[in-house]
């Protein structure tokens, strides 16, 4: 009767004490889960091949570690019976010198399946302060690419891999010549399926009329990280920050779609990379299906 009488006599203060209680529960289960847990997001993307390939998506690690030797991140992979591997960059942090966990992950991957490693923003920063050679530290493990290509065959179906990091646009007075000619290349490269790992998806995601991927939509499918997923999501508004977008950009994880062009997986990531924590954003294994109508 007294709780009834309370609740009858301040119902906005009742009202505004058990959203906070509930906020005082709700947000370290969110930031602990953000953290340490684990999520399988899967996609299917269509192409004329008679066998379907099973690609799983790492992206944007950033030196996070699940379970003792990462055996949660793997026992998760191996679960999803990859053909391929395909890792989109920030495996690293910029300012952390030591790799040898990365190494560690990425040697225990290519057990699993073949692995393909592109670079983001911090293998770049990482090589500048500290010299770093990722395809010296991978090489053994993984096929670094880093602005190449490299053709394999599995079930019978020879998949083209191109890698790049870098902002590139199919618009005249964005043009980096460089990238575009390699992209150029790549799209033009004799095989069944064409996958390209690209860390930065401003390019691939940003464009209203998505003219980047309708113009090399010969891809089968582009794979891009870097965002995560705006790190804090926010229920009905979405990611809060994303790298050249800024504020509450609006959707920066996904399958993007759209008639003649090129579909573009954008993978939330699995690390934190900065001191804000991810929140409501649980890290993200990506396992797309490829060759499935």
């Not at 709780?3 to 119902?11: A, D, N, Q, S, T």
């Not at 020879?158 to 007075?173: I, K």
């Amino acid at each position: 009767m007294h709780i009834r009488w309370l609740f009858l006599r301040h119902p906005k203060r009742i009202a505004i004490a058990v959203l906070l209680l509930l906020l005082c529960i709700l947000c370290p289960v969110s930031l602990y889960r953000s953290a340490y847990g684990l999520c399988v997001t899967r996609y299917t993307v269509s192409a004329d091949i008679d066998t379907p390939l099973r690609v799983v998506q790492l992206s944007d690690l950033h030196g996070a570690v699940f379970g003792e030797n990462n055996e949660r991140l793997l026992s998760a992979v191996r679960d999803t019976a990859p053909d391929l591997i395909l890792i989109t960059g920030d495996t690293v942090n910029a300012w952390e010198p030591d790799v040898s966990a990365a190494t560690a992950l990425i040697a225990a991957l290519s057990e699993i399946a073949p692995v393909y490693v592109s670079l983001g923003n911090h293998e770049i920063a990482h090589a500048e302060r500290f010299g770093s050679d990722f395809d010296a530290f991978w090489g053994d493990y993984a096929e670094v690419l880093d602005f190449s290509t490299a053709v394999v065959e599995i079930n019978g179906v020879r998949v083209a891999l191109g890698g790049l990091y870098g902002y590139c646009s199919v618009h005249p007075e964005d043009t980096v010549d460089r990238e575009t000619a390699f992209l150029d290349a790549f799209s033009a490269r004799d095989a069944d399926v064409h996958l390209l790992l690209a860390h930065l998806p401003l390019l691939w995601t940003t464009d209203s009329d998505h003219s980047a991927a309708a113009h090399w939509n010969t891809l089968d499918a582009v794979f891009c990280g870097h965002n995560h997923g705006g790190q804090i999501i926010w229920p009905l508004l979405g990611g809060t920050y994303a790298p050249d977008m800024g504020y509450f950009p609006g959707r920066v994880w996904g399958l993007y779609e759209k008639d003649g062009a090129a579909p573009v997986i954008l993978s939330r990531g699995l690390g934190s990379g900065t001191f804000v924590p991810r929140f409501n954003n649980v890290p993200e294994i990506v396992v797309c299906d490829v060759g499935v109508e």
